[in-house]
C-alpha cells in the first residue's frame, strides 16, 4: 500500500502541476488575444481561470491529506502544454491548444482513476469530479474549434 500511496501523490503531484499551467496559459491567452471574434473565447478563458484554480486548490489538499506536500514554483513541472502563440488573433490556434489541454487533463484524469481503483475512494471520487469538468471544456471548445473553422 505505500507504494500505492507514493504513486497516488505522483500522480496527484502531475495533475497539480497540468491544473497551474493550465492556469497560467489561460490567463495569459484570455488576456493576450485580440479581435472581435476572439472576445467570446477570451470570456470563457477568463471563467475557466478560476475554476482550474479550484482544481489546483482541491488536488492540492488531497495532496496533504495523503501526507504529501504541494509543490511549489520550483516543483511544479510546466511546459508539457501548447504554449501561448505571440500571434494574437490566432483564435483557432488557441482553442485547439485548449482541446488538447483538456485531452491531456482528461487522460490524466484516467490514469489516475485508474490507479485508485478499489484502493482510494477519495482520491477517485475527486478525479472523476474534476474528468467531469475537463470533458465539460473540452466539449464546449470543440463547439468552438467548430464554429471557428466554418467561418
Known sequence: MADSKEQVLELLAIAYSMEIETVINYLANSVNLDGVRAEEIKKSLAVDVTEEIMHAQQLGQRIKQLGGSVPGSASVKLGNQIQPTDKT??????IKAVIDAEEK?????????????????????????????????????RGFLKEYEAA
Open 89 to 94: 488573433t490566432d483564435v483557432v490556434g488557441v
Open 105 to 141: 487533463a482528461c487522460a490524466h484524469y484516467n490514469k489516475i482513476i485508474r490507479a485508485t481503483d478499489g484502493e482510494d475512494y477519495v482520491t477517485q471520487d475527486l478525479c472523476i469530479r474534476l474528468l467531469a469538468d475537463e470533458e465539460e471544456h473540452r466539449i464546449l471548445f
